[in-house]
C-alpha cells in the first residue's frame, strides 16, 4: 500500500505551512494552540478522494506531515516573541527563525525516533490522541464528506466573524468593566471570540474550568487583596487600575506556579521514564524494525548541534560560554523530548507540558549564565535562544511518537512517518518568519503601544521574557512567583488525592497556571466552551463536534492573518473600519449565544490544548 507519495509530501507540506500560521496567531491571541492531527487527517482524506482515491496510509502521513506544523508553531510561539519584548528584535528575522526553529524541531524528531519502541510496543500507554486519528482515518476513509462540511462551516462563521469585528468595526472584541469599591477594585469582562469558544469546547470542560478558576482566582481574589493592602495604583479609570495590578504583579503567580508545576510533571513521570529509557539500552531497535538507521541519526545530530554551538559562540563571542550553553541545549531538548514523547503516550501530545519545561530550562539556564559570566547583557537574550530549541524539541517530539502510535495502529513504515515528520518540520519553520513580522507590524505583540493599544497578548513568550530578564535585572516581583509556586503545590496535593479517590475530575497544575497568566476576559470564552462540550457528550449524536470547533479556529486565525496585510500596508489599524458605525458587544454576544446551541448539539472529539 502507498504512503510516503509525492502527492501526500506535497498536500502535507500545505496544509503544514497553513497549520503552523494559523496556530501561530491563536498561541499569541490565546496562549494556546490545537492538536491538528484530527482535523488533517480529515481534510486529507477530502482531498486525496478527489483527486484519487488515496490509501489510509497515505492520508497518515499526510496527517503525519501537517500535525507538524501546528507543533513548531508552539515551540517558536512560546520563546521567540520573548526577543521582540527583551527588546533584542524588533522583528522576526526570517533565516533566524528558520535555523533556531529548524534546528530544535529535527532534533525533537531524531531524539525521540529511539523511543518507539519502548514507549509504544513495550510500555502499556494508551497514546488517546494517536488512538484517537487511527480511528478516525480507519472510519472516515472514503467517508470524509460530513466531517469535510462542518468544518468548512466552522471556518465560514469563524473567519466572517473575525472580518466583521476587527475588520470592519462592526462591533467589540471584548465586553469589560471594573469597579471601585472603597480602596480597592474589582473587574469582570469576556473576549466574544469564536476562537477560544472552540478552544474550550476541544479541550473539554475538566481543563477549561481549570484555566478559568485561575484566571478568576487571579483576578476576583488576588487583585482586589492586593489593592486593599498595598493600595491602588495611579490610573485614569477602575479598569485600567485592575490591568495595571494585575499585568505588573499578579501574573507573575503564573510564573511560580508553571515553574513547580513543569518540575511536578518531571518527577511524576521519573520511574517510567528511566524504565522506558533502559528498555532501550541494550537493543538494536533502530534499523532493524523500520526506523530511520543509527548512522543517519548520528549524522544528523551532529550537523545540527554543530552549527548551534557556533551560533551561542558568535552570540556571546566566547567559545568558552558557547560550550555550556551546547550542553544545556542537548541535556534539556534530550530529556524534555523524552518526557513529551512520554507524555503523549499518557495523556495526548497536546497535554504536554511544553511551557512548564521551558520556563524551567530558561530559569536554570539564565541562573547558570549568572553564575558563570556574572550580569552579561545578552544573559537573557541567550537564555531565551536555548529555550526555543528546547520547546520546539519537546513540542515536536510529542507529536512524533504520537503519529507513530498511530502508524503502529494503521500498520505503517515508521521511517516513512519519520521523514515525513521532518518535512513538516522544515516546511512549516520556512513560513513563521514572515507571520510573525506580519503580525507584530499590524497588530503588535505583548506590550501596548500608541501605534497598538490592543496587542497580541503573547502570554508564554511574555512569562518567558519576565522569567530571563527578572534573573539578571532582579526586577522579578518574587513574592508573587512565591505565591504562585505556593498554589501549585496545594494544587498538587489535591490532584494526587483526586488521583488516589479514583476521580476523573482532575486539577492539572499546568492549566490553573495558564489561566493566572492570562486576561480573565480570554477564561471566560475557553470556560464557556468546555460547558458546551458536557452538554454535547449527553447527546447520542455522530462526533464532529471537533471539526466544527477547529473549523472556527483556523477561519478565525486565517481571517485574521488576512487582514494584517492591509493593514501594515496602509499603516491604518482601522483601514476597513465602516465609518460611524457601533454597535457594542451586543452582536458579538448573539454570535456566541448561536455558537453555544450549535455546539451544544453535536458531540466534541478528543484533542485538548497545548500550553
Not at 486519528?133 to 473567519?159: D, K, S
Not at 473576549?191 to 476541544?202: E, R
Not at 530529556?335 to 520556563?359: D, E
Request: neutral net charge; hydrophobic residues 55%.
Amino acid at each position: 500500500m502507498s504512503q510516503l507519495t509525492l502527492r501526500a509530501a506535497l498536500l502535507g507540506i500545505v496544509l503544514a505551512m497553513i497549520l503552523a500560521g494559523a496556530n501561530a496567531y491563536l498561541a499569541l491571541f490565546a496562549g494556546l494552540t490545537v492538536s491538528a492531527s484530527i482535523p488533517a487527517a480529515v481534510v486529507s482524506m477530502a482531498i486525496l478522494r478527489a483527486l484519487a482515491r488515496g490509501s489510509i496510509l497515505e492520508n497518515n502521513i499526510v496527517q503525519t506531515a501537517a500535525s507538524a506544523g501546528e507543533s513548531i508553531a508552539a515551540g517558536v510561539i512560546f520563546t521567540l516573541p520573548a526577543l521582540v519584548l527583551l527588546g533584542y528584535w524588533d522583528s522576526f528575522p526570517y533565516w533566524w527563525v528558520v535555523f533556531i526553529a529548524g534546528i530544535g524541531g529535527l532534533l525533537g524528531v531524531l531524539i525521540t525516533v529511539p523511543l518507539r519502541h519502548a514507549l509504544i510496543h513495550d510500555m502499556d500507554l494508551p497514546f488517546p490522541e494517536g488512538r484517537a486519528t487511527a480511528e478516525v482515518l480507519r472510519a472516515g476513509h472514503g467517508q470524509a464528506g460530513a466531517g469535510m462540511g462542518m468544518l468548512l462551516i466552522g471556518v465560514a462563521v469563524g473567519g466572517a466573524t473575525k472580518l466583521a469585528e476587527s475588520g470592519l468595526r462592526l462591533w467589540q472584541a471584548t465586553g469589560e468593566l471594573a469597579a471601585q469599591v472603597g480602596q480597592t477594585v474589582f473587574y469582570a469582562g469576556a473576549n466574544l471570540s469564536p476562537a477560544l469558544l472552540a478552544v474550550g469546547y476541544i479541550v473539554g470542560f475538566n481543563i477549561a474550568v481549570l484555566v478559568f478558576a485561575g484566571g478568576l482566582f487571579a483576578w476576583a481574589v488576588v487583585v482586589p487583596l492586593y489593592a486593599l493592602v498595598y493600595g491602588l495604583p495611579p490610573a485614569d479609570t477602575p479598569l485600567d487600575a485592575a490591568w495595571s495590578l494585575w499585568s505588573e504583579q499578579i501574573r507573575y503567580m503564573g510564573v511560580g506556579a508553571m515553574l513547580v508545576g513543569g518540575l511536578w510533571a518531571l518527577w511524576s513521570m521519573r520511574s517510567s521514564l528511566v524504565s522506558g529509557l533502559q528498555r532501550i539500552g541494550g537493543t538494536s531497535v533502530v534499523g532493524g524494525e523500520g526506523d530511520l538507521p543509527r548512522w543517519l541519526l548520528g549524522g544528523l545530530a551532529v550537523v545540527l548541534v554543530v552549527p548551534m554551538f557556533v551560533f551561542y559562540a558568535g552570540l556571546l563571542d566566547s567559545p568558552v560560554a558557547a560550550l555550556p550553553l551546547t550542553v544545556m541545549m542537548l541535556v534539556a531538548a534530550g530529556l524534555f523530548s523524552a518526557v513529551a514523547a512520554y507524555m503523549a503516550g499518557l495523556v495526548g501530545s497536546s497535554n504536554n507540558p511544553v511551557s512548564g519545561v521551558t520556563i524551567a530550562t530558561i530559569l536554570i539556564t539564565a541562573l547558570l549564565l549568572l553564575v558563570l559570566f556574572g550580569d552579561a547583557t545578552l544573559g537573557p537574550v541567550a537564555a531565551i535562544l536555548v529555550g526555543a530549541v528546547v520547546c520546539c524539541a519537546a513540542a515536536i517530539g510529542g507529536d512524533n511518537m504520537q503519529d507513530l502510535k498511530a502508524g503502529a495502529i494503521l500498520g505503517a513504515a515508521p521511517w516513512q512517518q519519520q521523514l515525513a515528520q521532518m518535512l513538516g518540520v522544515v516546511s512549516s519553520v520556512c513560513v513563521l518568519a514572515p507571520v510573525l513580522s506580519l503580525l507584530l507590524n499590524a497588530y503588535g505583540i505583548g506590550v501596548p503601544t500608541e501605534a497598538h493599544p490592543d496587542p497580541l497578548p503573547a502570554p508564554q513568550a511574555s512569562l518567558m521574557a519576565a522569567v530571563a530578564g527578572g534573573v539578571f535585572g532582579g526586577d522579578l516581583p518574587w513574592p508573587m512567583v512565591g505565591l504562585g509556586a505556593l498554589v501549585a503545590v496545594a494544587l498538587i496535593v489535591a490532584d494526587e488525592m483526586l488521583r488516589r479517590a479514583g476521580s476523573e475530575f482532575r486539577l492539572p497544575v499546568l492549566a490553573v497556571a495558564v489561566g493566572i497568566y492570562l486576561p480573565l476576559s480570554l477564561s471566560v470564552p475557553i470556560a464557556l466552551g468546555g460547558l458546551m462540550a458536557l452538554l454535547a457528550r449527553q447527546r447520542p449524536v455522530s462526533g464532529t463536534g471537533l471539526l466544527a470547533a477547529a473549523g472556527l479556529i483556523t477561519g478565525e486565525a486565517l481571517m485574521g492573518i488576512g487582514l494584517a496585510v492591509p493593514i501594515v500596508v496602509s499603516g491604518d489599524r482601522d483601514v476597513l473600519a465602516v465609518a460611524g458605525v457601533s454597535l457594542g458587544p451586543w452582536p458579538g454576544l448573539a454570535i456566541m449565544l448561536g455558537l453555544c446551541i450549535w455546539l451544544a448539539r453535536i458531540r466534541p472529539g478528543v484533542s485538548p490544548e497545548k500550553g
